[in-house]
């Protein structure tokens, strides 16, 4: 589980970072080569991270046989096909509303999970989810941190010096 722990930590602290670089004026334009913008990416991850979490919630008195662990990054392509990111955002976001929203997702549910599992259940148990066909619990929250480090690769690196923030 530290594994998968500092695998979160660490796309979670990259975005932030970003987050804070990025000059607020650009957070809801659209990024490039993509119609999303910054604000637009936080909010889909934040809305899969709560369901994922709730899968894996709804899922643990499940009696559905382990299944052997994969790598799931492959199926990004077909995640994002069945979960495309709105852009229909409210007006202007601040970056204080979207480090809030990350936070929800992150303490409020996922750490709510923690606290209730264990690695051996997330590993014992499965679910047949409709994107990756029967998978192990624990492979569904390793898409977390996958699924935030294909978006944060979107997020470019700003080079404006702090005072231009």
Same mark, same amino acid.
């Given at each position: ?64 046989? %382990? /299944?052997?662990?994969?790598? +799931?990054?492959?199926? &990004?392509?077909?995640? $994002? =096909?069945? #979960?495309?990111? !709105? ?46 066909? %029967? /998978?192990?619990?624990?492979? +569904?929250?390793?898409? &977390?941190?996958?699924? $935030? =480090?294909? #978006?944060?690769? !979107? ?11």
């Amino acid at each position: 589980m530290s594994t998968l722990i500092s695998n979160l930590g660490k796309t979670r602290l990259e975005l932030l970072a970003r987050l804070e670089q990025m000059p607020q004026t650009r957070l809801d334009e659209p990024l490039p080569n993509h119609t999303w913008s910054v604000s637009d990416v936080v909010r889909h991850l934040h809305g899969a991270e709560k369901e994922l979490v709730a899968t894996v919630l709804d899922s643990l008195s499940n009696t559905r046989d %382990p /299944v052997p662990e994969r790598d +799931l990054s492959h199926a &990004i392509s077909d995640y $994002e =096909a069945a #979960h495309p990111c !709105q852009t229909a955002a409210p007006a202007a976001t601040t970056r204080a509303e979207l480090v809030a929203l990350l936070g929800e997702s992150r303490f409020a549910h996922l750490q709510h999970l923690f606290n209730k599992v264990h690695e051996e259940d997330l590993l014992a148990k499965s679910v047949e989810h409709p994107v990756f066909g %029967p /998978v192990s619990l624990k492979n +569904l929250i390793d898409f &977390i941190w996958i699924h $935030e =480090a294909y #978006h944060l690769a !979107q997020i470019p690196v700003p080079a404006v010096p702090a005072a231009a923030r």
